[in-house]
């Protein structure tokens, strides 16, 4: 679970600081994360000048069992459609000890690193794949199985950390979200910022905010970060809402009712 702080809600303690110091010597990136109040998503879109239309569309999928057993052992299994591009595929641990997992793979696939939110962090680890052609939407319609989104590596990875007896191919299908990205360059940041709308099926929404930079300028790019996004007039004090988490307990509330009502 995310290292959450007991003081104030959108600032990490001093043995966080700590903690989150020494992470920051072993991940490869970190990402600097705050999902904004659905009510002031609208001010946010003024303040940082969005335009939907430069917005590239993607569609994300999730794989787990209909009661989220993945999802309760930090296991996340994921492939995504994006417009103008090709599908990809993702086998996400969080959270893991980035020297352990270091000394049991190595691979230029595997990425270590520290999503950091106002309150709290989490480090976790991804076996990322690019898919060569375009088959997400094939497993989505049930022509293809799920097997054939992830590589060798992938299923390796999978199998290593995925409770006893759940293959890839029992899990089912949870999605697809719609997901609105842009690329931001304010004048202001050094760094580039992204914005992400998730679009539930049931009208909610969530817009997160998010930066990445190298671990050794972590904390020098969120103080950066922070003092833009207040300049903007956005609060940072708000509770910050998990798109995955979201998502994963959406789709298995519906897929239950689903089930249910086929008994």
Not at 21 to 26: G, I, P, S, V
Request: aromatic share 6%; with cysteine.
């Amino acid at each position: 679970m995310p290292s959450m702080s007991n003081e104030s809600p959108d600032r990490l303690s001093d043995a966080q600081v700590g903690e989150l110091l020494e992470l920051t010597r072993e991940v490869d990136s970190v990402e600097l994360k705050m999902t904004v109040p659905d009510s002031d998503r609208r001010a946010a879109v003024m303040a940082l000048g969005m335009d939907a239309l430069d917005a590239q569309i993607r569609q994300v999928f999730f794989f787990d069992t209909p009661d989220l057993t993945l999802d309760r052992h930090g296991v996340v299994v994921r492939a995504r459609r994006a417009q103008r591009r090709g599908d990809d595929s993702v086998v996400k641990l969080r959270p893991v000890v980035p020297g352990d997992l270091k000394e049991a793979w190595s691979s230029d696939n595997l990425g270590i690193e520290v999503d950091a939110m106002p309150g709290g962090f989490v480090c976790s680890a991804s076996m990322k794949a690019t898919l060569d052609s375009a088959p997400v939407k094939e497993v989505a319609a049930g022509a293809k199985t799920i097997r054939k989104l992830f590589s060798k590596e992938q299923k390796s990875f999978f199998q290593a950390h995925a409770p006893e007896g759940v293959e890839l191919d029992d899990l089912s299908i949870l999605g697809p979200i719609t997901v609105l990205k842009l690329k931001l360059h304010p004048s202001e940041l050094r760094m580039r910022l992204v914005a992400e709308l998730w679009l539930y099926p049931d009208g909610s929404r969530i817009l997160e905010l998010s930066a990445k930079c190298p671990p050794a300028e972590a904390f020098q790019a969120a103080a950066e970060l922070r003092a833009f996004l207040t300049l903007k007039g956005l609060d940072l004090s708000g509770e910050q809402q998990t798109k995955t988490k979201t998502a994963l307990e959406y789709f298995s509330a519906q897929l239950s009712e689903s089930l249910d009502h086929r008994r």
